[in-house]
């Protein structure tokens, strides 16, 4: 017997129907991925292929966020085209919050420091480094992107590091990175590195105020911790 298509479903069933009639915030998750992915492949319903996909990724959106095309392209039944709509759809939301006014202007704590890149770094496959520059009173000067490496770590070279300060004329800086892998844990050698940047910045005068690790599970501050 031939599996019924979503079209055969009752119209209250029917992800575009619900979006239509509840509003897209009352979807699940694999909902609204089906709707993206539109068809089945088939024995299977676009909603079959949403919760294999959602199920390879233990549920959680971030994990998602993070397949490249081509691993999306190994599950049965998705084309380029597929592939294409679910990374579209995930970049565009991310840019969303991106592009949300934080109205921060002065920093005040590691939460409001960390608002400001946490949509940026949280799901990368790979580590980047960034300076927020903050001037006496704490003011943003700038956000400046240092260095990008691989999954397990990127260079930092203090030079660059306090060469973007003395040329901002920043009084105060606060250090960012983060782990793909999702640990929050600091490494020794990321320990090292906070140590050497605020010593140096000591004789500088130029405060190493945070440094702020950022993953999908959240953030972790060395200030908060102690530990700077």
């Known amino acids: 017997m031939e599996k019924p298509t979503i079209k055969h479903w009752s119209e209250d069933d029917r992800p575009r129907e619900k979006l239509f009639r509840l509003g897209r915030h009352n979807l699940a998750n694999a909902e609204l991925i089906a709707l993206l992915i539109r068809t089945g492949s088939g024995s299977e319903t676009a909603m079959d292929l949403a919760y294999k996909i959602l199920?390879?990724?233990?549920?959680?959106?971030?994990?998602?966020?993070?397949?490249?095309?081509n691993e999306l392209g190994r599950f049965k039944g998705m084309g380029a085209t597929k592939a294409a709509c679910i990374l579209a759809a995930l970049e565009l939301g991310k840019r969303s919050i991106s592009s949300?006014?934080?109205?921060?202007?002065?920093?005040?704590?590691?939460s409001e420091a960390s608002s400001?890149?946490?949509?940026?770094?949280s799901d990368l496959p790979h580590e980047e480094f960034w300076l927020l520059l903050l001037d006496r009173s704490n003011n943003i000067i700038s956000k400046i992107?240092?260095?990008?490496?691989?999954?397990?770590?990127?260079?930092?070279?203090?030079?660059?590091?306090?060469?973007?300060?003395?040329?901002?004329?920043?009084?105060?800086?606060?250090?960012?990175?983060?782990?793909?892998?999702?640990?929050?844990?600091?490494?020794?050698?990321?320990?090292?590195?906070?140590?050497?940047?605020?010593?140096?910045?000591?004789?500088l005068e130029i405060a190493v105020l945070d440094h702020i690790i950022i993953s999908s599970k959240g953030y972790f501050s060395f200030a908060d911790e102690g530990i700077m």
């Open 55 to 69: 199920y390879h990724c233990n549920n959680d959106l971030h994990k998602l966020s993070r397949l490249n095309a």
């Open 100 to 110: 949300i006014p934080k109205n921060i202007e002065r920093i005040t704590s590691s």
């Open 116 to 121: 400001l890149l946490f949509s940026h770094l």
């Open 145 to 203: 992107q240092l260095s990008k490496g691989g999954v397990s770590g990127t260079l930092v070279d203090p030079k660059l590091v306090f060469k973007s300060a003395v040329d901002n004329l920043a009084s105060g800086i606060i250090l960012f990175h983060n782990h793909p892998s999702g640990n929050l844990k600091p490494s020794e050698s990321d320990i090292k590195l906070t140590t050497k940047l605020k010593n140096a910045g000591s004789v």
